[in-house]
């Protein structure tokens, strides 16, 4: 009898080796990797989002150069930065996991420890918000790449823009969208720095709240031990400290995770609001926004891919992943230490020695992470200066060396956002500002424009509906959420600090 049983088993449920592989090979088909295995993937790749059904012009290109397609065509031109983008040399080709990691280590770093506290603030609609920016933010990726490259009179996909400078130079003029665009990304980028410096303030007092040091002398130290990046010659060494502080990151973040779902029983799931605050989720929705922004690395990522064709699908499951991990990390956060989240939530750990060991591993963090943004800001403000039309003189000597008023600039970049961030010592506020002012322009309004200005005749009406639907909402979001985080700011300064 028995053995009648498990033979018609046997026969019912299908063997678990053939059902994990092919359960796997399903998987597999949608990954990164495979993404652009087919023909109809690669028409995809720029017709889903942004073209006409019948405007398939991608499916045409081909990297491997084979027999029947067509090369891939870069723009032309003396810039040394041409078909990389301008943090990047076409020379340096990333297969699309490394483009993934790029993307994930951006919108997935340090500031999704605030994310806790944007759930403290807009409740449901701050999780909502967390999924539904990530698909407008990868969205608006993929039209401004989009932006980058036109079909010529053969056929062939050229690539005749490298930047978001290229793309605002061609849709604002050659003179007023360079310096926009550059504006808001040098803005953007010294925001970010003035981040760290207050990120690493707020972690060193949290680890030593009965000190003797308060949070501003904290970023003044932070300050003065990050002048060396004023030194930086490259980023070498620094990019490789950054990938195992990233790492180490990601452990903390599973250790959170894990302590969080231990105090699943203490959960304050009825904590959790479905009201909206006017006052405060404006904030909350900045801080969101800001923690996605990466359209200003994303020319720069797709003209370094080996296959460019793949770039849709990378961003596809970077942006799933970040909405995924991100709404669970702050709904788990909140629902953990409730009303009393603070707005790094490191320092609602229990130990001291736990946090402590977390909070400076955060901080190193932080420091690197600076390190790079305040090179990637010097480099803005350098190619500004050499521009034909300044008068200013070359930053560089023959040697390679910098010369003394280049030097001097840098160390007067490290400076100012050490001495911002003691002025405005307020995390969270501070990073909704931003994301409500650079990040819904860079995110959500300027691409969307670009796309219409640039690939207007080519669109269909629903891709022009979505597109002024963003641009909507990008201008509802940042002008609400610029008053009402400035409106914040002041309120902080008025009560002042709690040390």
Known sequence: MASQFFSRLNMAVPPIGATLGAAWTTVRSALPDSCANGQQDEQLHFAKFGRKPNDTELSNLQNSGAEGSLQRVDSVGDDESCGG??????????????????????????????????????????ITAMIGVA???????????????????????????????????????????????????????????ILYVVLCGDLMVGTFPDGAID???????????????????N?????????????????????????????????????????????????????????????????????????????????????????????????????TWQANTQEVITNNLPTQGFKGVVN???????????????????????????????TFPRMWALDGNLKVWGLALRVFLVVFTTAMAISIPHFAILMGFIGSFTGTMLSFIWPCYFHLKLKGPTLDWGTVAYDCFVIFLGVLFGVI???YSFRALVEAFQIGLPF
């Open 235 to 335: 980023l070498h060494h620094v990019s490789t400290l950054s990938f195992w502080c990233t790492m180490a990151h990601v452990v903390i973040n599973v250790m959170i995770m894990g302590y969080c779902l231990l105090q699943a029983a203490t959960w304050g799931w009825s904590q959790v609001s479905l009201r909206i605050n006017i006052f405060t989720f404006p904030i909350s929705l900045g801080i969101i926004v800001f923690s996605y922004t990466s359209q200003i690395f994303l020319p720069a990522l797709e003209g370094n891919m080996n296959d460019p064709s793949k770039f849709h699908c990378m961003l596809n499951w970077s942006h799933v992943a970040a909405a995924i991990f991100k709404s669970l990390f702050g709904y788990v956060g909140f629902l």
């Open 85 to 126: 983008g301008e943090f990047g040399s076409s020379r340096h080709k990333i297969s699309e996991w490394q483009a993934g990691w790029n993307v994930t280590n951006a919108i997935q770093g340090m500031f999704v420890v605030s994310l806790p506290y944007a759930v403290l603030h807009g409740g449901y609609w701050a």
């Open 360 to 390: 400076f591993i955060l901080v190193v963090k932080a420091s690197i992470l600076f390190s790079l943004t305040d090179f990637l800001s010097q480099f803005h403000v350098q190619r500004c200066c050499r521009r034909p039309d300044t």
């Open 135 to 193: 698909y407008i933010c990868c969205y608006t990726g993929k039209i401004l790449v989009d932006c980058l490259y036109i079909t010529n009179e053969e056929g062939q996909l050229v690539r005749v823009r490298d930047t978001y400078v290229s793309i605002a130079e061609e849709c604002f003029g050659r003179r007023v969208g360079a310096k926009i665009v550059n504006t808001a990304q040098l803005i953007e980028l010294l925001m970010t720095c």
């Open 481 to 483: 959420g610029i008053y």
């Open 215 to 233: 949070t501003r002398s904290w970023m003044m130290i932070c300050g003065i031990l990050l002048l060396p990046c004023s030194f930086l010659k």
